[in-house]
Nanobody, 121 residues
Framework: QVQLVESGGGLVQPGGSLRLSCAAS????????MAWYRQTPGKQRELVAGIISSSSTNYADSVKGRFTISRDNAKNTVYLQMNSLKPEDTATYIC???????????????WGQGTQVTVSS
């Protein structure tokens, strides 16, 4: 059994900061990559930031220089530090992990339920 649990969302003013966390738990053999996506009603889901097992990272152009993704391998946890937040960052932020479960050979994608981030005055 694998579960991804997100936390850290909330309401902030423009220019403020939030740090999102996502912890993967269960019978995990290894994690290839973890990532943050965001979804707004009526808009296509987009990749915000990703980090692979080698610690290489990538970011959406819209968040470069403002967001930082990091991970704690010992805790199977990924973080997203969000600074200089803008109203257009408002979305549901969803954690993703591509991992291999104990007793299985292949990798699969797992998703959290999402945490709401609202940037407004």
């Amino acid at each position: 059994q694998v579960q991804l649990v997100e936390s850290g969302g909330g309401l902030v003013q423009p220019g403020g900061s939030l740090r999102l966390s996502c912890a993967a738990s269960g019978s995990i053999f290894s994690i290839n990559s973890m990532a943050w996506y965001r979804q707004t009603p009526g808009k296509q889901r987009e990749l915000v930031a990703g980090i692979i097992s080698s610690s290489s990272t990538n970011y959406a152009d819209s968040v470069k220089g403002r967001f930082t993704i990091s991970r704690d391998n010992a805790k199977n946890t990924v973080y997203l530090q969000m600074n200089s937040l803008k109203p257009e960052d408002t979305a549901t932020y969803i954690c993703n992990a591509i991992l291999r479960r104990v007793g299985e050979r292949g990798y699969g994608a797992y998703w959290g339920q999402g945490t709401q981030v609202t940037v407004s005055s």
